[in-house]
């Protein structure tokens, strides 16, 4: 019996004994982990901010459809863009310290914004363009949690990580019912108290990974680019986190206009779409760790593609819209934990800029999405356009996928032993 326990736990190959290799809460580090998540789910509460909203400030400054369009959009863009900047920072100063230069930015625009008031649409382009530096959070949360973390186990550590992307729960919750109560204006300035505590709280549990790269040349962060596989992996979180950002800044917008709801109750039925793509970042990740992460993103994009497409009919039926926004951002959300199951296996030693790069992409295709739902209500009416154009993406993903995936197995798998692509 004590031989069989042994052998259970340990086998002798060439004179040495080899030890299970830890399960994933005692191979990284938790308080980081943990930090990590927190950082990223307040960052994102505020990133979203102007769209629940969106129906008051409009109403106040008089914004057309495109304009309303624009505004939400332009946070989505502006992290796009700084995700890149973020990506090489944390490579070069580390993400703690890089997160917590984000942070102070974030909060310092919020507290002007508040002090000072937004007056018109350029105001909320400004601000939005600072709210940007929340979305860039996402190339410091991920990098800070993955780098503490084995291959086998960096879906889970960046699905969970990635989960702050529930922030945008909190923003569809509460900010309708205290813009009704003490004014959107007002809100801007209590979103600087929670940021506070948070930003407190990351600086003293998080910790850079002893095994994060020296910094490299600058040139040398153009690499990846070089890379057909990483503009692969930048269309795939296009699509997936570019529907889930895109819709989470939209949805309110959307109930207001096509169901007449209340900027409170579409705030409400925002928040039910969003808990759910957030909710499953995780899953995604486990899912795509234990099947692979090409057999998840086909699976998602499926789906996503023929929710989409259902609601671009323009269901009249606010039950069965909602379903279908719930169906697409579960698919979206399993699909965002996927992708970056696939980024840390062919790009680990580049995770910093590679985070930032594809992060980025998917910023964009938020700001895609979110902009043309907007300039379709303009021009035609309706958001059908702009849901079936999200949904020919989503296709045209599912293609390329199909057409990477044998050659990635063949070659990935070769160095990563144990570990499913």
């Avoid at 106040?60 to 624009?70: H, M, R």
């Avoid at 703690?96 to 008031?117: R, S």
């Amino acid at each position: 019996m004590f031989l069989e326990r042994i052998s259970a736990r340990t086998e002798l190959q060439s004179g040495s004994v080899r030890r299970e290799a830890p399960g994933f809460w005692a191979s990284g580090h938790r308080p980081t982990l943990f930090a990590a998540f927190l950082y990223f789910d307040a960052a994102f509460m505020v990133w979203v901010l102007l769209g629940p909203l969106a129906p008051s400030i409009s109403a106040d400054l008089g914004l057309n459809a495109a304009e309303k369009g624009l505004m939400v959009a332009t946070p989505t863009l502006a992290g796009a863009a700084l995700r890149i900047l973020m990506g090489l920072l944390v490579d070069r100063l580390g993400p703690k310290m890089t997160g917590a230069i984000g942070q102070v930015i974030v909060i310092a625009g919020l507290f002007f914004a508040w002090m000072a008031g937004v007056h018109s649409f350029a105001g909320t382009l400004l601000l939005g363009g600072l709210l940007g530096f929340a979305g860039a959070s996402f190339a410091v949360a991920l990098p800070l949690a993955s780098r503490w973390y084995p291959p086998e186990h960096q879906g889970k550590a960046m699905g969970l990580a990635g989960m702050g992307n529930s922030g945008t729960v909190l923003a569809s919750l509460f900010a309708p019912l205290l813009a009704k109560a003490l004014g959107w204006n007002a809100v801007l300035g209590l979103a600087c108290i929670p940021l506070t505590i948070v930003l407190a709280v990351y600086l003293a549990l998080a910790k850079d990974s002893p095994t994060t790269p020296a910094p490299q040349k600058l040139a040398s962060y153009a690499e990846p680019l070089r890379d057909r596989d990483a503009w692969w992996l930048m269309l795939f979180y296009l699509v997936t986190f570019g529907g889930f950002s895109g819709l989470g800044s939209s949805l309110s917008i959307y109930f207001v206009d096509n169901f007449g709801l209340t900027p409170v109750q579409a705030g409400y039925a925002g928040a039910a779409c969003v808990f759910s793509g957030s909710l499953v970042r995780p899953f995604g990740g486990a899912l795509a760790d234990r099947i692979g992460g090409l057999k998840t993103l086909t699976m998602v994009y499926i789906v996503a593609a023929a929710a989409l497409v259902a609601i671009s009919t323009g269901p009249t039926s606010l039950a069965f819209a909602l379903g279908l926004f719930i169906v697409a951002m579960l698919a979206l959300g399993t699909g965002n934990g996927a992708v970056f199951q696939l980024v840390p296996q062919r790009f680990g030693k580049e995770i910093g800029v590679m985070t930032g790069l594809v992060g980025c992409a998917g910023g964009v295709g938020g700001f895609l999405l979110a902009s043309s739902l907007g300039f379709a209500r303009q021009w035609f009416g309706s958001e059908q356009a702009g849901f079936l154009i999200f949904a020919t993406l989503a296709l045209v993903a599912l293609a390329a996928l199909t057409a990477v995936k044998g050659r990635w197995r063949a070659t990935w798998t070769a160095s990563l032993e144990g570990v499913r692509i």
